[in-house]
């Protein structure tokens, strides 16, 4: 496994892009991703700008369209380190969650029927976490890597949930 990270150089989306955010003071998107609820936002120093500070009482959707095969990374940076879900996809099929589970070391990948992939990596507050997801036809994998050091990653054969139409940050 080879990863590499860097910074973009513009604010436009590549080709087979759908949606992208830089989330730099703002909830704004590229790709038109129409937010649907933002609650309790604040912003602070991240990896590239003033990124969300998501806590216990954030929260932050939109309304999108992500196919059921798709591939998404973005960044995190842990200011306290807890069980906790990140990111979240849902439709009318279910639903996929990215979150840590502090009892293990381990980020996590699961959807609406328990089928968890994990990936042991255990993080503290001085971290930037690159995490990954990629669903294909037969297989869902997650990665997690920190900023200069190795990605490590886990998948296991799960087909897609299914389209989304809500992304969330928790």
Not at 23 to 32: A, I, K, Q, R, Y
């Amino acid at each position: 496994m080879d990863a590499r990270f860097q910074i973009a150089h513009e604010d436009a989306l590549q080709i087979g892009e759908i949606y992208g955010w830089r989330l730099n003071g703002s909830t704004g998107g590229l790709g038109n991703p129409l937010l649907s609820h933002a609650a309790s936002m604040s912003y602070a120093a991240g990896r590239y700008g003033d990124g969300p500070m998501v806590k216990d009482t954030t929260r932050v959707a939109w309304s999108v369209s992500i196919p059921e095969v798709f591939h998404t990374s973005f960044w995190f940076a842990p200011s306290k380190i807890t069980t906790c879900v990140i990111w979240a996809a849902t439709g009318l099929s279910g639903q996929l969650l990215v979150g840590y589970d502090v009892s293990n070391g381990s980020f996590f990948l699961e959807d609406h029927l328990s089928k968890r992939v994990s990936v042991a990596l255990s993080v503290s507050i001085t971290d930037r976490i690159c995490l990954g997801v990629c669903q294909t036809a037969s297989e869902r994998r997650l990665f997690a890597g920190r900023m200069g050091g190795d990605v490590d990653s886990a998948s296991t054969a799960i087909a897609p949930v299914g389209t989304f139409t809500s992304l969330r940050l928790y």
